[in-house]
């Protein structure tokens, strides 16, 4: 439990084709767990409004809200756009289904560089933002909403027209921010250690 507990929402990302992993990536094992419950206890620690943007009935809970795109077939922005329209608080944490090895310091540090600014981002190793990972408040929604009229859907772009802070975190490897596209990167995980 943190102070954020009870001013922000949580939005877990698990509307993805899963096209590369042969099967809903959400519910691969990664030691006694489904991949998506990594991201959904780190959200949980923050936040007891959690949406998960899905389509997949399986993820039906009491705790969390399932939330179906409004627009399908807009990737991310779709699936954040449509979330961030029913969050309790007036921003929302958002993460992937897919990132098994995030860390609470890496949400809180974003918390703490988020205030004043619409979208709050984690910059990789390379220095590139990762916009699936980050803070986002419901005031971005106007610009989502144009950018859904241009069909422009890449989640790059929304970065450069919002009012977005690049965060730098200390100690940041390859690894932090890898997502399990294929059974290749879930095989070179390191392993879990009861």
């Known amino acids: 439990m943190n102070n954020a507990f009870d001013t922000v ?4 990302l698990a509307g993805g084709k899963s096209t ?4 809903d990536k959400a519910f691969v094992k990664y030691g006694n767990h489904n991949l998506y419950e990594y991201s959904l206890s780190v959200l949980s620690s923050f936040s007891g409004d959690i949406l998960i943007s899905s389509s997949n009935p399986a993820l039906d809970n ?3 809200r399932r939330i179906e795109d409004e627009l399908p077939n807009l990737g ?3 699936g954040i756009y449509s979330c961030l329209k029913n969050i309790r608080f007036s921003s929302a944490i958002v993460l992937p289904c897919d990132l098994p090895l995030i860390t609470m310091d ?3 540090t974003l918390l703490k ?4 600014y619409e979208i709050t981002v984690a910059l990789n ?4 933002p990762e916009p699936l990972i980050g803070i986002y408040s419901a005031s971005v929604l106007p610009v989502m909403e144009k950018m859904i009229q241009a069909k422009q859907y890449k989640m790059q772009e929304i970065l450069k027209t919002a009012k977005t802070n690049l965060v730098k975190l200390p100690g940041v490897t390859h690894e932090t921010f890898l997502n399990i596209n ?3 990167e879930l095989r070179s995980l390191p392993p879990i250690i009861p």
Do not use: F, T
């Open 182 to 184: 294929n059974p290749d």
């Open 113 to 116: 560089n988020s205030e004043g």
């Open 62 to 64: 009491a705790k969390y």
């Open 76 to 78: 991310p922005l779709g």
């Open 106 to 108: 890496i949400i809180l």
């Open 9 to 12: 929402s949580g939005i877990l």
């Open 20 to 23: 590369r992993m042969g099967v």
């Open 125 to 128: 190793h390379q220095g590139l």
